[in-house]
Each structure stands twice: as C-alpha cells, then as structure tokens.
C-alpha cells in the first residue's frame, strides 16, 4: 500500500540550531516528492520539490530536503532554525500516473523556542 | 491577483442540512481539487478536476459532490451533512497535476451538530 510516514508529531529545536523533519515514503513507481508549511489558521503554502535530477533540493525560507531512494526518506532540514519556522509541516508524495495518488503525511508540529 | 479563495471561512450545520462551499481560483489553473483535513490525518483528496467541467474521485468522496462549470470555479456540495463531515476543508489549484506546485486557499471551518 501507498503510504507517508512523519515519525514524529512533534520537533522541538532551539534558535539557530540545525532541524530535521523526517519524512519517508512507500510507493511503487516513480515518487515526486514535496514539503509543504502550514502557518496557525492558513492554508499549506509550498516550499519544495524533488521530481528528478540532484537529490539535494533547495527551497523557500532556507530549507532543504535530501532525496534517499535507498531510504526511502526526504527530510527536511534547515542549518539555522528562526523562532518564524515554527508551525506544522507536511510531507506529500504524487505518482507520476495519477492525480488522485496525492498523499499527505500526518504533519510535524515545528516548535523554535528563542 | 487574489490566488485560490474560498467562502464561507466558517459555518455551523445541523446533521441533515446540506450546503455548499465555493472555491475561485484567478490563475487559470487546469486543475483544482479539495480536501479535508482532520487531526493527525493530514490532508485527504475528496475529489478533483482536471478541467472545466470534469471531476474525479479522489480518497474519500462519499456524502460529497463537485461541481466545475467554469474554469475558475470549483464548488463542493454536502446534501445531507453528517458529524463526521465536521472538518476543515481545503481547496487547491494547480498547472498540472504532475509536477506543479499546488496552491492552496485559506481553508473554511465547518462544524456539523
């Protein structure tokens, strides 16, 4: 079965220090990846990709992601977090074949604490 | 440029009545769809649209239903809401359903009694 897996419900870092969101997948085919943020009473907005190519991605904000096909895994990781990165994160997978196969993961709950 | 908007932003039912929420998107996206968000559950696909006057299922689409007259539009219906339809509900818009980024709006609260 198709699936994303967020291991954990919460992450908490201080300020200026690394995070890593962890994010892995399983699906038969070919994955496009994606992360996107979720601010207090919004809609999800964004951040980044990985359809093909580098396995490092670079998105909005600072982040990152890094593609592990061994893994199975695309976490999110920033160098130096802000107390402006917390909120919740989602993980999402489509198959190329299908626009119905979007997968969202259960969401991280970022928190920086200053 | 508005990007995906969404009325109303709240609403309370009673279980039985049915109402309908509106999405506009100003992007001239081909594709729209919409979602329920509920706690620890993520995002899940109630149905979509790959074009003006298409719809598709997606992962729950029971006690739903879509509309897409026209190209910016995409209307979801509840005929009879239930409690369990007690959710957030996101619609998003999108170049293609492939690779493109998804644009999301701003979400409507909804609270079935």
């Known amino acids: 079965a198709q699936s994303v897996a967020q291991p954990e419900d919460q992450v908490n870092v201080a300020e200026g220090n690394p995070l890593t969101v962890k994010c892995t997948y399983s699906?038969?085919?070919?994955?496009?990846l994606f992360w996107y943020v979720q601010y207090p009473n919004r809609g999800l907005q964004f951040l980044l990709k990985?359809?093909?190519?580098?396995?490092l991605v670079k998105g909005s904000y600072g982040f990152e992601a890094e593609f592990n096909k061994s893994q199975t895994s695309f976490h999110l990781k920033k160098p130096s977090a802000l107390v402006s990165d917390s909120a919740l994160y989602f993980c999402?997978?489509?198959?190329?074949?299908?626009?119905?196969?979007?997968?969202f993961g259960s969401g991280t709950r970022l928190s920086i604490r200053p | 440029n508005a990007g995906v908007t969404q009325t109303p932003k709240f609403r309370v039912l009673k279980t039985g009545q049915s109402m309908t929420l509106l999405c506009a998107q100003d992007?001239?996206?081909?594709?729209m769809y919409w979602y329920r968000q509920d706690p620890g559950m993520g995002l899940r696909l109630i149905h979509y649209?790959?074009?003006?006057?298409?719809?598709a299922k997606g992962e729950v689409p029971d006690g739903y239903n879509v509309s897409r007259l026209k190209k910016q539009n995409f209307l979801l219906g509840l005929e009879s809401a239930a409690p369990s339809q007690t959710s957030v509900y996101f619609c998003?818009?999108?170049?293609?359903?492939?690779?493109?980024?998804?644009?999301f709006g701003p979400g409507t609260r909804l609270t079935v009694l």
């Open positions: 998003a818009s999108s170049d293609s359903h492939l690779t493109d980024t998804q644009y």
């Open positions: 699906v038969s085919g070919n994955p496009y």
């Open positions: 990985y359809i093909t190519g580098d396995n």
């Open positions: 999402a997978v489509r198959l190329y074949s299908s626009a119905s196969k979007i997968i």
């Open positions: 992007m001239n996206h081909e594709y």
């Open positions: 649209s790959v074009g003006e006057g298409t719809t």
